[in-house]
């Protein structure tokens, strides 16, 4: 009786709220979704960066040049042996002529022209799956050097690794972005809170003044202020997933060709928590604010 | 004079509960012994102030301004506390109530405000539920007794209205119907008539005086000279921080003012 009687106290009381001052909420709903946007932007850039790091911090394929003298033969079977090889997605024979071919597409480099055919060795260009791992790439190229009619085997490890490097430190600097937007999202957030509760002090007086306990004048503050912060994110989710599906409708082709995977939107855990956090510290701006008016 | 509980109804002492305590029928509903107050170490709004109010008076509480009526009436509602002495609301010290307590003090005391204090974009009928929905009481009940109480100060029908769209009296009006609807022990009014003309004034004093006739306490603080000569009323005067007893109201010349230490004496 005691509890149901509360809850429906608290109903009222919250309904009350919002049918008084709807527009104060859809207000404070709209201040707080901007504030979310930002966070969920600088999110969506790590998220984005992070991808683009994965994608480029193994280079996924391999040159194994052979040497001088290997017969076709000999570079078909190393060529069938390697396509059933684990991790092995494709494998091409690029023989000296065709590579002489590809460089020397332009003609107007003389010097390369002039280069002798042994300048050009037959290579076989192995492409991997995504799943392949460093050591299991490494392992495959210890293999193969050590076959009589491999040159050498070029991974492209140490370009994958300063590309990968620098990737690395975009993410961490964007972290760090956005680590300082989710400080302003906090301080918005107090902030908006602490103005949409000092607006309603007089409610709070009243409330005192006719004998109600401090959980009693407490509860539907804290659940609207849940409510608003939960509404914000969702409201900046919202947003954002609009402004990207219409970006990445006219830039998808561009973006994939030049980052190399495609622009994701945030993923659900990330969404979630955004959600729950904006929550989170609506109920906990609520509850601070209202820790002095109710001391009265 | 004071009423004794022999010759009015009373409104239930304190509401029954854990901590219900019959005993409290028998006592006077406010006692203050010796209470000092000052917001200031040099400027000591109430010193040594000894009273006793019965059960089911209208007390008129005067005295110039500063002379402590407010300080008086929110020491009661424990929006202040006492610096020395104690104040006994049906035996209990309110000085001594842990900030926990407070509350169920609060709901046996109807407080009106010069200043009304509604919510304005609350309706008539949200700013007086509310005094009945801290009790936590059925949905159905706070209805009726709102309907009720908008009926007795004069605004049935109006339940509906934001507050801030009232006048000056009907606002008052609404803070009455808040204050009684619980049916508290003790109504304090601090100026309620402070805003009003003159002939609303005493409406609302007959308002007061309805309120009181149905065995509500009543205490009434006000600078209104007016007022206090309607009727012949009890009448506390506060000067110079303590307080002096006119039983019979300050339009008889003849009788002899008792102090508050006297009061005391007697009652012991």
Same mark, same amino acid.
């Given at each position: 009786?005691?509890?149901?009687?509360?809850?429906?106290?608290?109903?009222?009381? /919250? *309904?009350?709220?919002?049918?008084?001052?709807?527009?104060?909420?859809?207000?404070?709903?709209?201040?707080?979704?901007?504030?979310?946007?930002?966070?969920?932007?600088?999110?969506?850039?790590?998220?984005?960066?992070?991808?683009?790091?994965?994608?480029?911090?193994?280079? +996924?394929?391999?040159?194994?040049? &052979?040497?001088?003298?290997?017969?076709?033969?000999?570079?078909?079977?190393?060529?069938?042996?390697?396509?059933?090889?684990?991790?092995?997605?494709?494998?091409?024979?690029?023989?000296?002529?065709?590579?002489?071919?590809?460089?020397?597409?332009?003609?107007?480099?003389?010097?390369?022209?002039?280069?002798?055919?042994?300048?050009?060795?037959?290579?076989?260009?192995?492409?991997?799956?995504?799943?392949?791992?460093?050591?299991?790439?490494?392992? /495959?190229?210890?293999?193969?050097?050590?076959?009589?009619?491999?040159?050498?085997?070029?991974?492209?490890?140490? *370009?994958?690794?300063?590309?990968?490097?620098?990737?690395?430190?975009?993410?961490?600097?964007?972290?760090?972005?956005?680590?300082?937007?989710?400080?302003?999202?906090?301080?918005?957030?107090?902030?908006?809170?602490?103005?949409?509760?000092?607006?309603?002090?007089?409610?709070?007086?009243?409330?005192?003044?006719?004998?109600? /306990?401090?959980?009693?004048?407490?509860?539907?503050?804290?659940?609207?202020?849940?409510?608003?912060?939960?509404?914000?994110?969702?409201?900046?989710?919202?947003? &954002?997933?609009?402004?990207?599906?219409?970006?990445? +409708?006219?830039?998808?082709?561009?973006?994939?060709?030049?980052?190399?995977?495609?622009?994701?939107?945030?993923? *659900?855990?990330?969404?979630?928590?955004?959600?729950?956090?904006?929550?989170?510290?609506?109920?906990? /701006?609520?509850?601070?604010?209202?820790?002095?008016?109710?001391?009265? | 004079? @004071?009423?004794?509980?022999?010759?009015?109804?009373?409104?239930?002492?304190?509401?029954?509960?854990?901590?219900?305590?019959?005993?409290?029928?028998?006592?006077? %509903?406010?006692?203050?012994?010796?209470?000092?107050?000052?917001?200031?170490?040099?400027?000591?709004?109430?010193?040594?102030? !000894?009273?006793?109010?019965?059960?089911?008076?209208?007390?008129?509480?005067?005295?110039?301004?500063?002379?402590?009526?407010?300080?008086?009436?929110?020491?009661?509602?424990?929006?202040?506390?006492?610096?020395?002495? #104690?104040?006994?609301?049906?035996?209990?010290? %309110?000085?001594?109530?842990?900030?926990?307590?407070?509350?169920?003090?609060?709901?046996?005391?109807?407080?009106?405000?010069?200043?009304?204090?509604?919510?304005?974009?609350?309706?008539?009928?949200?700013?007086?539920? %509310?005094?009945? $929905?801290?009790?936590?009481?059925?949905?159905?009940?706070?209805?009726?007794?709102?309907? $009720?109480?908008?009926?007795?100060?004069?605004?049935?029908?109006?339940?509906?209205?934001? @507050?801030?769209?009232? !006048?000056?009296?009907?606002?008052? =009006?609404?803070?009455?119907?808040?204050?009684?609807?619980?049916?508290?022990?003790?109504?304090?009014?601090?100026?309620?008539?402070?805003?009003?003309?003159?002939?609303?004034? %005493?409406?609302?004093?007959?308002?007061? $005086?309805?309120?009181?006739? !149905?065995?509500?306490?009543?205490?009434?603080?006000?600078?209104? #000279?007016?007022?206090?000569?309607?009727?012949?009323?009890?009448?506390?005067?506060?000067?110079?921080? =303590?307080?002096?007893?006119?039983?019979?109201?300050?339009?008889?010349?003849?009788?002899?003012?008792?102090?508050?230490?006297?009061?005391?004496? $007697?009652?012991?």
């Amino acid at each position: 009786m005691r509890s149901g009687g509360d809850a429906q106290g608290k109903k009222l009381r /919250t *309904w009350r709220a919002g049918r008084s001052d709807l527009s104060l909420h859809l207000l404070t709903v709209f201040s707080l979704a901007v504030a979310f946007v930002c966070l969920a932007a600088s999110l969506l850039v790590v998220t984005n960066l992070a991808a683009v790091r994965d994608r480029w911090s193994r280079a +996924g394929r391999a040159t194994v040049y &052979l040497r001088d003298g290997t017969s076709d033969a000999e570079a078909t079977d190393l060529l069938r042996a390697l396509e059933t090889t684990a991790f092995v997605k494709k494998v091409r024979l690029v023989t000296s002529m065709e590579a002489r071919r590809e460089v020397l597409s332009d003609d107007s480099d003389k010097a390369l022209a002039a280069l002798p055919a042994a300048a050009f060795p037959a290579s076989l260009e192995v492409g991997f799956t995504e799943d392949v791992t460093s050591d299991s790439l490494e392992t /495959t190229a210890l293999k193969l050097r050590a076959l009589p009619c491999v040159e050498t085997v070029e991974t492209y490890q140490k *370009w994958t690794e300063r590309l990968s490097s620098l990737l690395g430190g975009g993410v961490t600097a964007s972290v760090c972005l956005a680590a300082i937007v989710l400080a302003a999202v906090v301080s918005v957030i107090g902030s908006t809170m602490r103005l949409l509760l000092h607006r309603r002090r007089s409610e709070v007086e009243v409330l005192k003044l006719v004998g109600a /306990t401090d959980a009693f004048v407490r509860k539907p503050f804290v659940v609207e202020a849940t409510a608003q912060g939960a509404a914000g994110a969702v409201a900046a989710l919202v947003m &954002l997933g609009v402004l990207f599906g219409i970006v990445r +409708g006219r830039f998808d082709h561009e973006l994939v060709s030049l980052l190399g995977v495609a622009p994701s939107f945030l993923p *659900w855990p990330i969404a979630l928590a955004m959600v729950s956090l904006g929550a989170l510290l609506g109920a906990a /701006t609520a509850i601070i604010s209202l820790r002095k008016m109710v001391l009265v | 004079m @004071a009423v004794t509980s022999s010759e009015t109804a009373f409104r239930p002492a304190l509401r029954k509960g854990p901590r219900f305590d019959p005993s409290a029928a028998r006592r006077p %509903i406010l006692v203050f012994e010796d209470v000092y107050k000052s917001y200031r170490p040099d400027q000591p709004v109430l010193r040594g102030m !000894s009273l006793i109010i019965e059960r089911g008076e209208l007390v008129f509480i005067t005295g110039p301004s500063g002379s402590g009526k407010s300080t008086l009436l929110r020491l009661i509602h424990r929006t202040e506390v006492v610096d020395a002495g #104690r104040i006994l609301f049906l035996g209990r010290d %309110i000085g001594r109530l842990t900030h926990d307590a407070v509350p169920a003090l609060r709901r046996n005391i109807g407080f009106v405000f010069q200043d009304f204090k509604l919510v304005p974009n609350w309706t008539v009928y949200d700013n007086v539920a %509310i005094a009945l $929905e801290v009790l936590n009481l059925p949905a159905r009940l706070i209805r009726t007794r709102v309907g $009720e109480a908008l009926e007795r100060v004069g605004l049935s029908g109006r339940g509906n209205d934001p @507050a801030e769209v009232l !006048s000056g009296g009907e606002q008052q =009006r609404v803070a009455i119907a808040r204050a009684i609807v619980g049916e508290p022990a003790l109504v304090l009014a601090d100026e309620p008539t402070g805003n009003l003309d003159p002939q609303l004034a %005493i409406d609302l004093l007959g308002l007061f $005086e309805d309120i009181h006739e !149905s065995g509500t306490t009543v205490l009434f603080a006000t600078h209104d #000279r007016t007022l206090l000569d309607v009727r012949p009323r009890r009448v506390v005067v506060l000067d110079d921080g =303590r307080a002096v007893d006119v039983p019979s109201g300050l339009h008889d010349e003849d009788q002899a003012p008792i102090s508050g230490q006297e009061q005391l004496a $007697e009652c012991a």
